[in-house]
């Protein structure tokens, strides 16, 4: 392979798909209805395709060796597709990718998603069929889910319980390079493509509320509920259709399986969630109002966790605090502190260790976003623990904490400091 044709270049999965192609030195012909406002990755060349005008597709075909293919919306769009599979061969593109959809194997030969597939499956072509799960970018897409979690802080969907294994588009890029490179993969065949977790309605709300801070409630829509609201919503019964089959899909835990396809193709496992929703900090489901408001809560608990610790009031400390929270003093990463009550008793020991009449945390830097707050701290303080001579030694360190916020408290907490400065203190000290 030399020249692919990307359909969907500006896509959520081609955007990605583009660039990866560049990368491995082959030319790249995006496909778009406006070539001349096409800004995508830079070496591509923009060309001009609308499934609506066939006189388009002989152009972008030309010179192309290969396809990356996203079948057109609307009904009756498999006939299209054989048209354009047969323009495929007369042109010497002789490599398909056709990027299908989670449990297409499962639907009706009469669905339209398995109709193209079956056009595919009966061409002379070299094809492959992905049949990628959930995008987890659908997350923070304003016509999927990004408003409902930012303005009402809730989770639709009809799963009946059953788990979706969201993928990360950029992962379903990925293996389709390697399979366009390559045509000796995976030749006639069908790949159901996953993220490495399969989570519930719940489980996803729950990630989302540790991720943003904010309650995030699922809830669970039947068939008929979904498809009632979306009539409400005046989408046309063929999409309507189209949905329901999408979420009987879900609720016969079709989306629920894990497969090693991604890992297997690109040599490394497939992004998990938290990654995607980490990396976009959920901007686009987290209004600037909220999203600020969180911020400052944040910067205030750890302000009050600094206080309550340099005054060595143990219950205002500890209240900032998770029950289930984690504390590392990152020097000794073997032993954790799990839970508050382990965290009061650990903290009392060591609090015991100086004279708290002149005790200080200043804090010198303070940086805070939705779901972590870094502190730096110079401490000064007289030792008057184990070691220390009669009216004990004066010592000052700095230390970095590392603080993860879940539901307004601290769930983990990451102590950076230099352990030596106290054996330091000690040695300076005349005997």
Same mark, same amino acid.
């Given at each position: 392979?030399?020249?692919?044709?990307?359909?969907?270049?500006?896509?959520?999965?081609?955007?990605?798909?583009?660039?990866?192609?560049?990368?491995?030195?082959?030319?790249?012909?995006?496909?778009?209805?406006?070539?001349?406002?096409?800004?995508?990755?830079?070496?591509?060349?923009?060309?001009?395709?609308?499934?609506?005008?066939?006189?388009?597709?002989?152009?972008?075909?030309?010179?192309?060796?290969?396809?990356?293919?996203?079948?057109?919306?609307?009904?009756?769009?498999?006939?299209?597709?054989?048209?354009?599979?047969?323009?495929?061969?007369?042109?010497?593109?002789?490599?398909?990718?056709?990027?299908?959809?989670?449990?297409?194997?499962?639907?009706?030969?009469?669905?339209?998603?398995?109709?193209?597939?079956?056009?595919?499956?009966?061409?002379?072509?070299?094809?492959?069929?992905?049949?990628?799960?959930?995008?987890?970018?659908?997350?923070?897409?304003?016509?999927?889910?990004?408003?409902?979690?930012?303005?009402?802080?809730?989770?639709?969907?009809?799963?009946?319980?059953?788990?979706?294994?969201?993928?990360?588009?950029?992962?379903?890029?990925?293996?389709?390079?390697?399979?366009?490179?390559?045509?000796?993969?995976?030749?006639?065949?069908?790949?159901?493509?996953?993220?490495? %977790?399969?989570?519930?309605? *719940?489980? +996803?709300?729950?990630?989302?509320? !540790?991720?943003?801070? &904010?309650?995030?409630? $699922? /809830?669970?829509?039947?068939?008929?509920?979904?498809? %009632?609201?979306?009539?409400? *919503?005046? +989408?046309?019964?063929?999409?309507? !259709?189209?949905?329901? &089959?999408?979420?009987? $899909? /879900?609720?016969?835990?079709?989306?629920?399986?894990?497969?090693?396809?991604?890992?297997?193709?690109?040599?490394?496992?497939?992004?998990?969630?938290?990654?995607?929703?980490?990396?976009?900090?959920?901007?686009?489901?987290?209004?600037?109002?909220?999203?600020?408001?969180?911020?400052?809560?944040?910067?205030?608990?750890?302000?009050?966790?600094?206080?309550?610790?340099?005054?060595?009031?143990?219950?205002?400390?500890?209240?900032?605090?998770?029950?289930?929270?984690?504390?590392?003093?990152?020097?000794?990463?073997?032993?954790?502190?799990?839970?508050?009550?382990?965290?009061?008793?650990?903290?009392?020991?060591?609090?015991?260790?100086?004279?708290?009449?002149?005790?200080?945390?200043?804090?010198?830097?303070?940086?805070?976003?939705?779901?972590?707050?870094?502190?730096?701290?110079?401490?000064?303080?007289?030792?008057?623990?184990?070691?220390?001579?009669?009216?004990?030694?004066?010592?000052?360190?700095?230390?970095?904490?590392?603080?993860?916020?879940?539901?307004?408290?601290?769930?983990?907490?990451?102590?950076?400091?230099?352990?030596?400065?106290?054996?330091?203190?000690?040695?300076?000290?005349?005997?």
């Amino acid at each position: 392979m030399k020249t692919i044709l990307v359909l969907g270049a500006t896509g959520k999965t081609g955007r990605y798909l583009v660039p990866a192609l560049l990368d491995r030195g082959l030319d790249v012909r995006a496909a778009t209805r406006n070539p001349g406002a096409y800004v995508g990755a830079q070496g591509a060349l923009p060309v001009l395709f609308d499934w609506s005008d066939k006189g388009s597709w002989a152009g972008a075909l030309d010179g192309a060796d290969g396809v990356y293919l996203i079948k057109p919306e609307g009904g009756g769009v498999a006939v299209l597709v054989s048209e354009f599979l047969a323009l495929m061969t007369e042109a010497g593109a002789s490599r398909l990718v056709l990027h299908s959809e989670v449990a297409a194997d499962f639907r009706s030969e009469d669905d339209e998603e398995r109709r193209v597939e079956v056009v595919v499956e009966q061409s002379a072509l070299d094809w492959t069929i992905i049949r990628p799960n959930w995008f987890v970018q659908d997350l923070a897409d304003e016509h999927f889910f990004a408003s409902m979690i930012r303005d009402q802080g809730i989770m639709v969907m009809t799963t009946g319980g059953s788990a979706v294994s969201w993928i990360d588009t950029r992962d379903i890029a990925a293996t389709a390079v390697e399979l366009l490179l390559d045509a000796s993969l995976c030749r006639h065949e069908a790949l159901m493509l996953t993220g490495p %977790e399969a989570l519930t309605l *719940d489980g +996803l709300a729950d990630r989302l509320k !540790a991720l943003t801070g &904010r309650q995030i409630v $699922s /809830i669970e829509e039947t068939l008929s509920e979904a498809e %009632e609201r979306m009539r409400r *919503d005046n +989408l046309p019964e063929e999409y309507v !259709a189209y949905l329901t &089959r999408l979420n009987t $899909s /879900i609720i016969e835990g079709h989306t629920s399986k894990l497969t090693d396809h991604v890992e297997r193709l690109t040599g490394r496992r497939p992004r998990p969630v938290n990654d995607f929703l980490a990396e976009c900090s959920l901007r686009q489901i987290q209004d600037d109002v909220t999203s600020g408001h969180i911020i400052r809560s944040n910067e205030a608990l750890f302000r009050r966790q600094i206080e309550a610790w340099a005054g060595a009031d143990i219950d205002k400390l500890v209240a900032c605090y998770n029950d289930d929270m984690v504390y590392v003093d990152m020097p000794f990463l073997d032993h954790p502190v799990h839970g508050v009550d382990a965290f009061r008793a650990h903290m009392i020991d060591y609090n015991g260790q100086f004279d708290r009449s002149d005790f200080k945390a200043e804090i010198l830097t303070l940086v805070a976003n939705e779901t972590h707050v870094v502190g730096e701290l110079l401490c000064t303080a007289r030792y008057i623990g184990p070691g220390a001579p009669a009216g004990g030694v004066a010592v000052s360190w700095h230390a970095t904490l590392f603080d993860t916020i879940v539901d307004g408290k601290i769930s983990s907490e990451k102590a950076y400091f230099d352990p030596s400065t106290l054996e330091k203190a000690l040695a300076r000290e005349p005997s």
